[in-house]
């Protein structure tokens, strides 16, 4: 029986970086996959080619301010709005470098210049509750850069897949007889393709720093982002989680409340949390997870602590 980790995605800041993914059986998966095509109907990405990147719809896009009774128009009118906009702005650039720039902004977000901020909220919302209600474990490893030494994605690396392998073990110590082998699929990333694989590759010969690895098998691969809804799932999460532990640790907040919709997907062994760490200095975060793994007026995530 195969249990995949669906495609761990990165969400770095200067202040922070989150590293999410979720291990996920072939039934969950197809469903998951089916409601998530649902969903992007029902907001009329299907027909834009939108990616479900937390980065390209939860920004600001200018130009609908700009439009009067933007609401109020037809997708198509307000698509067509925005981009007569849109060109009339290219025309002034004289800087070539700045054309471009703004260019790359434009096209990032195109597919969701139909939606109002009110609904790509809503948006995120729906994205995260599909989460919440799926079948699946999350995993996420969330580190604040000013307190960490060293590579930060490299670390995140090592937690998750680290965590994956303990649950898998965990679930092949279970009496109904099935073994449990994991495989991690992941998100393109050109530049740090091959130090993955030379990760795993050592933490097959060698162990992980906390243990042997015996039940995550092959290289990981590789997928495009646009043909796998699940690395786009797995985005939106961590940016949950970023956007929740940099802006949401008032009790209450939209940051909070959207953190909440997953955060009892995080593997858990009965009370204690397990698949999400935020590796702070002792002391300095009073948020929902120290809190949970008891951290918060401790060291929040030691190099030890899985």
């Known amino acids: ?23 996920c059986r072939r039934g969950p998966w197809v469903a998951l996959d089916r409601d998530l095509a649902a969903l992007k109907r029902g907001y009329g990405l299907d027909l834009t080619g939108g990616e479900l990147h937390a980065k390209d719809f939860c920004v600001s896009i200018a130009e609908q301010d700009e439009i009067p009774g933007f609401e109020a128009l037809s997708h198509q009118q307000r698509r067509d709005e925005v ?67 060293g590579d930060v994605v490299t670390q995140a690396f090592q937690q998750v897949v680290s965590r994956f392998e303990y649950y898998l073990e965990w679930r092949n110590s279970e009496p109904d007889g099935h073994i449990n082998k994991g495989l991690l699929i992941m998100d393109q990333e050109g530049a740090r393709e091959a130090s993955y694989r030379s990760m795993l590759d050592e933490f097959r010969k060698s162990g992980h720093p906390w243990g042997a690895l015996r039940n995550v098998i092959e290289a990981p691969f590789f997928v495009d982002s646009s043909l796998s809804g699940f690395t786009q799932l797995a985005d939106v999460c961590a940016y949950a989680v970023r956007r929740y532990l940099e802006k949401g640790l008032e009790p209450g907040s939209h940051e909070e409340r959207n953190f909440l919709r997953i955060f009892p997907k995080f593997d858990r062994s009965g009370t204690r949390l397990h698949g999400l760490r935020h590796s702070c200095t002792k002391g300095t975060c009073p948020c929902l997870v120290s809190r949970q793994r008891g951290h918060a007026g401790d060291m929040a995530g030691t190099a030890n602590d899985i």
């Not at 597919?111 to 809503?122: A, G, I, K, T, Y």
Request: positive net charge; aromatic residues 8%.
């Open 1 to 23: 029986m195969w249990t995949r980790l669906a495609p761990p995605r990165c969400r770095t800041t200067p202040r922070s970086t989150s590293w999410s993914g979720w291990p």
């Open 83 to 149: 981009n007569r906009l849109r060109r009339e702005k290219l025309k002034k650039y004289t800087d070539a470098n700045k054309r471009r720039s703004k260019e790359a902004h434009f096209r990032r977000t195109d597919p969701f210049v139909h939606l109002s901020r009110r609904e790509r909220s809503q948006l995120l919302e729906d994205a995260l509750d599909m989460v919440g209600k799926a079948r699946v474990k999350l995993f996420s490893e969330a580190i604040r850069k000013a307190d960490a030494p």
